[in-house]
């Protein structure tokens, strides 16, 4: 068996079923749990479901390249930071910048600059501060920006794992999005490899459509024997649509990411 542990996002999958249902839904069904922004949730219910709630989204506003942004990242990352610890959740995950409902950069930004990198390197600094003193990991997600965050600054897998080296800090790693890498740069096996030493967390959804493996043209089993060889032992999280039933979904999620 390989050493990784398996999530899914209650945020896309049993859609017809109120949040606190889905969260216990899935961990019946014997994953982990991820969801996104927790301001809109009743965290009392969450800590009564009994699931393993394994990642958040970290901040409720804010950007990392822009000083003002920055601080209000900051801000919102300290709250959610006290979010977390009620759901006793280890990681939170950040973007290069803030999302709207649906899923725009609220600061988009066409050229990366270099004060810009250097306002980023700095920022994510001092959110791996933040995390260290709470004993949580904060993790940088790479996004695509051909089809669901066009203009998201820092988005390519290259660009998130640049600014994570920079840090250098347990407390700040990758959340390697293969979905999002699939579009961007390919490649997904090289991609792990060079990574992984600096990943927190693997999400994961076949392109095109963002629905579960075995529905599009990324071969999961591959990607899984490469995290098995490597001996990758943190969680690979299902961050996609149901193709059709969302139990079924789930066990071919599960499937790919078997290794015999």
């Known amino acids: 068996m ?58 409720l506003t804010g950007t ?15 709250q959610s930071l006290e979010v ?4 006793d959740c280890p990681r939170l995950n950040v973007h290069g ?6 899923g725009l950069p609220v600061i988009p930004a066409a050229v ?17 501060e933040l995390g260290e003193r709470a004993g949580r990991v904060f993790t940088l997600e790479n996004l695509n920006t051909a089809v669901d965050h066009p203009g998201t600054p820092f988005a390519t897998a290259a660009d998130t794992l640049a600014l994570v080296e920079a840090v250098g800090s347990p407390h700040l790693r990758m959340n390697l ?19 992984l030493p600096h990943v927190g967390e693997i999400q994961v959804a076949d392109v095109p459509g963002r629905r579960e493996p075995g529905t599009g043209e990324i071969h999961y089993p591959a990607v899984a024997a490469a995290l098995d060889r490597l001996g990758y032992e943190g969680v690979v999280g299902l961050e996609g649509w149901a193709s059709g039933d969302p139990e079924e979904a789930l066990e071919r999620f599960r499937r790919a990411f078997t290794v015999a």
């Open 177 to 195: 999005d293969l979905y999002h890498a699939q579009i961007g740069e390919g490649n997904l096996v090289e991609l792990v490899e060079r990574a």
């Open 112 to 128: 990366v600059t270099p004060p810009m990198w250097l306002t980023a390197a700095r920022t994510l600094g001092r959110l791996a």
């Open 97 to 102: 910048t803030g999302l709207d409902d649906k």
């Open 64 to 78: 990392l390249a822009d000083p003002d942004g920055a601080e209000e990242l900051l801000r919102t990352a300290r």
């Open 2 to 59: 390989s050493g990784y542990r398996l999530a899914v996002c209650a945020e896309m999958v049993f859609l017809d079923l109120p949040f606190a249902e889905r969260v216990e839904r899935i961990a019946r069904l014997g994953f982990e749990v991820e969801m996104w922004g927790w301001a809109t949730k009743d965290i009392d219910a969450l800590t009564k479901t009994g699931a393993t709630i394994s990642s958040m989204t970290g901040y």
């Open 84 to 87: 977390a610890e009620r759901l």
